[in-house]
DNA sequence: TAGTTGTGATAGTAATACTACTATGATTGA
DNA sequence: TCAATCATAGTAGTATTACTATCACAACTA
């Protein structure tokens, strides 16, 4: 069987050359994505990336900034995937409820059978993406990159995923924080079932089969308990009591 | 009126000397917060903090090893922190749904009119964790310093929260996973509606009352409509339909 | 054949993230 | 009251990071 073969289109703004068109643009590509994994983003440098691929630092500025920019591409690139991945799966789908299921198991799984990137390893920058992804956005810098675009793909990402919770409930009030939860508790939970257990109640297993359908379990009932529960009238949100039974505390 | 003095009781290994038995150590503690605020945690550095308190290095070096130390430093007090305050405001309370509104806002707002700490900015630091908070565990040392406990103040305030949940619905199947969810979404959804608002459903507002006021209402409504869906059958996960159908796009 | 593209080699700078060692005034406790 | 130790400052040095700049050169392209 022939797999499809991917190319994704990624934001112009995060590269200097696109690397896709060169030999070393993809070596840079892959091999960041395995460096990245063996020594995790802080460690990770352009000197150690130059000296893994027989190539120079300068070399490496010519395709990117710096390493964040190169990470930004990267994760851009997980993004994008995942969107198509999702786009795949849905055809043909006309149940909501079903595509919901397929979304929350796209978020958990990486690899796709019927489709493939020549350079970059999809499970490997999984890996990344759950331990580390979430510090794309996270920095004083957001809102300057956040003008280049470069967090649009996880926008069309998380849109993709809150209008099929729209169309599960016309009238959810909160669409898009449930979106962006599920893909964050997505992560999340598979990086809290393998460093910090007591923070998930995924079943401490090896087996990753099994992580992932109790993940899944897990996420479709927060969707669908979220999604279910119409209850539209706002909660009091003042404290009535306490306040001053806190100052007996003071003596 | 007066506050109390809050001293909090954060893990030994995370410092060489213990930075609140000492004038230099105090400021080191309360203009990290500032700088690291101001700069963001990648730019921070000892140099800049020892400039800026008028030290050295070498100095600093005495405190804490590194700045990922001191960082997992703030990290601890300020999860400490937030769970002496939904101690101290849980006192007297009975139901366990109010327990869970009060610990939301608790997890929104990070002030407290009547505790108060003698040289941490709260305000900042809470700023500081809902931009980088989550680096504390997001790295390739986790392990190594889950051992040494580096974490066990974020994994028992979660805790303190799962037990509430589990009070309000006593079979309740994944209770850590919601604890742990909320924290993080709490801390995501202030973030993005600063930063990356399409990602939330806080309403673009200036008005932090306001944005707390969504923020609560979201919060409680997904941790709510988790804990009130009793829906124990487990869901048909695997798909049943395209696989197959996928293959059309191989031509 | 001249020009462009892609890459390599070399060198240099400023900053980071430390380590090591010395010096000194203040406190304390025997 | 004298020695010890404590808290801090100072100075120097190393390895690495995160770049920037310049020149050389081979391959391909118009």
Redesign the pocket.
Known sequence: MKKIEINLHINPKTYV?NPV?????KKILENSVILIDELGLE?F????LAIRI??????L??YFE???YLFIYLLNWYWEWTSTRIDLKLINVKEPEEKLKLIIRTLIDSSMKNADSPFIDEEILHRIVVREGTKAYHHKLVDTENEYGFFLSYKTLCKKISDVIIELSHNHQYPKTLASTLVETANNNLYFAKHLPRLTDIKEEKDPEVINDDLFQILHHLAMSSIKNRNENQVENKPKVNGNKIELLNL
């Open positions: 050359k068109t060169t030999d070393l643009g460690d440098s352009f000197r150690k027989s190539s120079t630092e300068s070399s500025y010519r710096n390493k964040h």
